[in-house]
């Protein structure tokens, strides 16, 4: 695949989807759905977008009805008022949950990287529905000082994509996959146009410990997925897999050989047929 078909293969995709807008005190988010069936929420890694999810989205379209934001402030949401903070931009993402999923239906929801952080906020306010919660690789304790995803060179937004694609290659093998070789034209397509658009700056809020402050206290199972290479493991995976395993019965913690922090991309085979066996576990 070059750029001109990563680029098709995007538009495609979301040709597909129903685009949904929802809005809220202090912001709204722009939503791509597909399919029918049971709600699961799909919340992208910070600087991105739904398109964090383009190997996942297909493979649970036919079953279920897939609802993927764009986290206020990236993608195609707008910025949310401030202060900019984990907590209120969980809470425009519940209030859009309301209005397109009402009543006390239940849904489940997956969270990448930062959209974790957001996820488990999401799960205390939306106790009373929310069924499970399944986290893919966010560090709960924050990145730590010393880690190799400290090393990412800076993004000028005005760069072109051929100007940025050495650099784009470079922070994508440094903080998002393992095998360098995954890195390919698809990847630089999603990172290089979600970072043009990226105005809310999640790796401020992704250095605190909210979600290890959150995840005690979440009410409904939790799920933890974890690239078996991912970089931004701090302290170590081991206390990472405490904490999730600590949270209460039924919880589960995966860890998939080989893959870095971006594992919905980088082993979608394994990814995929772990998320299906969580969601129906």
Known sequence: MDDNEAKRHLKSLADAATRLETSAPGGGVVWHEWGAGSPLVLLH?????????VHT???????YRVLA???????ESPTPEDPHSIEN?????????????PGNAPFVVAGFSFGGF????????????????IIVGSPPFGLGHINPANDVEPFKQTWSFDEAT???RKNLSLLMLADPAKVDALALRIHHDNLKRARLRTRKLARTNALADDLPDVPCTVHGIWGEKDVTVYPSMDEVQRLFLETGPGATFDILPDTGHW???ETPGLFNDLLRKRLQS
């Open 57 to 63: 989205i297909p493979a649970f379209s036919d079953k």
């Open 166 to 168: 050495s650099v784009h």
């Open 89 to 101: 931009v969980a809470a425009i993402i519940s209030a859009g949950l309301d209005q397109l999923i």
């Open 263 to 265: 594992a919905a991309y």
């Open 69 to 75: 934001a764009d986290t206020p402030g990236l993608g």
């Open 45 to 53: 890694g910070g600087s991105g977008s739904w398109t964090h999810w």
């Open 118 to 133: 957001c996820a488990a906020r999401l799960a205390i306010t939306q106790a009373r529905r929310m069924e499970r919660l």
